[in-house]
C-alpha cells in the first residue's frame, strides 16, 4: 500500500498487522497527511468565465491568452471542454453547487430572493462531517439576498459548513448592495461643495463587508481607497480602476485565501473553495494589469460589429483572466511550498459565463452557449494527464466529485454525482447523460447521441431571453463555422415565429458539437431529437416545448 504524504512516502508490507496499519494510520492523520482516501481538495472559482476564453491549450479555437498556469492545470489533469452550469447567474448557480441539486430543486430562483436556504445541507457541511477543514474564501454569493456575508464576512458560515472563512461581496455588491447603510446630508450642506463633493455626500456609503471595510482602512495620496472604489464604481470618473495593486478585489481575495491556508490545522484533510471576484464586470482593472493587454489583438464578438467599447471590454476582460492565471499560480506554489501537490486535488470551473458581446449581448442570465458554458479542468493524484472529456457534463457534480474523494455519502435529495470514474480512466464519460440549466422563464437540455451530435434544446415559456431570432429568419453569421449545405438551404425558408407553440412559447435545438454560438435552430430538421429531449427537461417545460 502507499501512502503519498505531505513529506514522505510509507511503504506498507503486506504482512504487517491490523494494529501496527491502525497505528500508521492514526499517525499519518495526526500529522495532517492526506491518505489516498482523503486527498486535500481545492476548486479555484472566478466569476462570470465563460467557455472559450482560457487559452489556446484548453480549447483548439481558444483565445490567444497568457495563461501558464492554468495551461498547466490542463496539461496536468483534465479538462471537460463542454461543461455547463446548472443555472447561468451567481447565487442560483452558486447555489445548485452547494446544495448538490438542479435548479428547481436549490432553493435560490434569483440573485436577490432569498439566501440559501440554510435547513438545506450542503456539501461542505459534509465534508466537515467527513473530517475535513473546510474554508470558503470571497464570493460565495450564499447570503446575497440579504447583503452578503456581513462585516466580519461570517454570517450563516457554520450553519453553511464552514470551518473558517475570508468571504465578501461581488464587486458591484461591495459599493450597492453591501453596504451597511446610505446617508443624505442637507441641502445647506451639499450647496456649500464643488458638484464632485455633492456627489460623493449626496450617495455616501459605508462599507458592509471586509472588502470595503479593508478599502474603508487604506488610503493612496490622502484619499481613501473606498472613496476612490466609490468614484470608480458610481460615479465613473476613471478609465482604469484607481486602487493600488494591491487593492485591487482580486488581489485581495487571493491574498487573504493564502492566509488562510497558512492557518489551517495540520491534523486534518481540507477543502478550500477560492471565490474569485473575477472576471466579471464592470471591467475595470488597474493601470497595471492594463499595460499587459495593451496593444495586443483579441477576436471580436460573434455576429455583432467590433466597436471601439466592445474591443476595449473583451481586451479588460482578458486582462483580468491573466491576473487571475498569476494566482492560481500562486495556489500551485503554495501546495509545492508545503509538498501538498501530490495529495491535492485541484479543480478550476466558474459559475457561469459571459456573453461579451456576441450578438450584441452582455452578461449571462441565457440560455446561449456563452453565458451557460464554461471551463472545467480537474488534476491531482490519480487523475489523468492532458485528457479531454467532450461529453456534455454537470459543475453541479462537483459537489459529489468532492464527496466520493473524501469518502462522504450524499444528503437525501442531492441529485449531484460523481466525475471521479472519468477522471481517473475508469469511465470515459460522465454518468450523467443530461445535463441540465435554467433560470427564470428558460430550461435547457444537453445530451449527446454521438461524438459529431450534441444537442442542446432551449424551452422558454414566452420569449427567450436575449433571442436574436425573434421576428428573424435564419440569422447566420459567420457561416463557415457549422451546418451543411443542405442545412443552410433549409434554414433559409425557415421562420422561428412560425415555429412556436399556440402559447408564444419559445423553442430551439442546436448542435453544439458544430454550432457553439448557437446559430442555427435545426429543431425542424430533427422533430424526433425534439421529441426526446422534451421529455427530458422538468415540468411545466416537458410538455410547454414537446
Not at 7 to 25: D, E, G, Y
Not at 351 to 378: A, F, N, R, T
Request: glycine letters at 6%.
Amino acid at each position: 500500500i502507499l501512502f503519498e504524504s505531505n513529506f514522505l512516502l510509507t511503504f506498507v508490507s503486506p504482512t504487517m498487522n491490523l494494529a501496527t496499519l491502525a497505528i500508521l494510520c492514526c499517525f499519518l492523520c495526526h500529522m495532517g497527511i492526506a491518505t489516498a482516501a482523503q486527498p486535500n481538495l481545492m476548486l479555484i472559482f472566478p466569476d462570470q468565465l465563460r467557455y472559450d476564453w482560457i487559452g489556446t491549450t484548453y480549447h483548439s479555437y481558444g483565445v490567444p491568452l497568457h495563461t501558464p498556469h492554468i495551461n498547466d492545470l490542463a496539461e496536468n489533469g483534465t479538462r471537460f471542454t463542454r461543461a455547463i452550469v446548472a443555472a447561468p447567474v451567481c447565487a442560483p448557480s452558486r447555489a445548485c453547487l452547494a446544495s448538490g441539486k438542479e435548479y428547481d430543486e436549490a432553493g435560490v430562483p434569483s440573485n436577490f430572493k432569498n439566501d440559501y436556504p440554510v435547513n438545506e445541507t450542503t456539501f461542505y457541511t459534509l465534508l466537515e462531517r467527513a473530517g475535513y477543514h473546510v474554508m470558503v474564501s470571497g464570493k460565495d454569493d450564499l447570503t446575497k439576498a440579504s447583503g452578503g456575508p456581513g462585516p466580519n464576512g461570517w454570517k450563516h458560515g457554520k450553519a453553511l459548513g464552514f470551518s473558517d472563512q475570508e468571504r465578501c461581496c461581488g464587486k458591484e455588491d461591495v459599493v450597492h448592495h453591501c453596504c451597511a447603510k446610505q446617508q443624505k446630508k442637507t441641502e445647506a450642506e451639499i450647496q456649500e461643495e464643488a458638484r464632485l463633493q455633492e456627489l460623493r455626500r449626496r450617495h455616501h456609503r459605508l462599507p458592509g463587508d471586509p472588502f470595503g471595510l479593508f478599502l474603508n482602512n487604506h488610503s493612496a495620496n490622502h484619499t481613501s481607497l473606498w472613496q476612490l472604489h466609490i468614484d470608480d464604481f458610481v460615479h465613473h470618473e476613471f478609465s482604469y480602476n484607481p486602487l493600488p495593486d494591491y487593492a485591487y478585489q482580486d488581489n485581495y481575495i487571493c491574498r487573504v485565501t493564502l492566509e488562510m491556508l497558512k492557518r489551517k490545522p495540520a491534523n486534518k484533510p481540507w477543502f478550500t473553495q477560492i471565490n474569485i471576484a473575477g472576471p466579471h464586470p464592470p471591467f475595470d482593472i488597474t493601470k497595471d494589469m492594463q499595460s499587459t493587454v495593451i496593444g495586443r489583438k483579441f477576436p471580436g464578438p460573434h455576429g455583432y460589429n467590433d466597436t471601439k467599447k466592445v474591443i476595449m471590454n473583451r481586451k479588460w476582460y482578458a486582462g483580468e483572466i491573466e491576473r487571475i492565471d498569476y494566482w492560481v499560480g500562486q495556489f500551485m506554489d503554495f501546495l509545492r511550498t508545503t509538498k501538498e501537490t501530490m495529495n491535492t486535488v485541484v479543480c478550476f470551473a466558474s459559475d457561469h459565463g459571459e456573453m461579451l458581446g456576441d450578438y450584441g449581448l452582455w452578461g449571462k442570465s441565457k440560455p446561449w452557449q456563452g453565458s451557460i458554458s464554461v471551463p472545467l479542468i480537474c488534476r491531482g493524484p490519480g487523475i489523468l494527464k492532458n485528457k479531454t472529456i467532450t461529453a456534455p457534463t454537470s459543475t453541479m457534480d462537483l459537489a459529489g466529485t468532492f464527496l466520493d474523494y473524501a469518502g462522504a455519502n450524499k444528503a437525501p435529495g442531492m441529485t449531484t454525482q460523481s466525475l471521479r470514474d472519468v477522471l481517473e480512466g475508469k469511465s470515459t464519460q460522465p454518468s450523467r447523460t443530461n445535463v441540465l440549466s435554467g433560470l427564470n422563464n428558460f430550461r435547457t437540455v444537453t445530451h449527446q447521441y454521438s461524438e459529431d451530435q450534441i444537442f442542446k434544446y432551449v424551452c422558454c415559456l414566452g420569449r427567450c431571453p436575449g433571442s436574436w431570432f425573434n421576428g428573424r429568419k435564419n440569422y447566420v453569421s459567420d457561416a463557415d463555422e457549422i451546418a451543411t449545405e443542405d442545412e443552410l438551404v433549409a434554414l433559409s425558408d425557415y421562420d422561428a415565429e412560425e415555429d412556436l407553440t399556440d402559447s408564444n412559447n419559445e423553442s430551439h435545438l442546436f448542435n453544439i458539437a458544430v454550432d457553439r454560438f448557437d446559430q442555427h435552430d435545426v429543431k425542424h430538421m430533427h422533430p424526433e431529437k425534439v421529441q426526446h429531449l422534451a421529455t427530458l427537461l422538468p415540468p411545466p417545460y416537458n410538455k410547454a416545448c414537446a
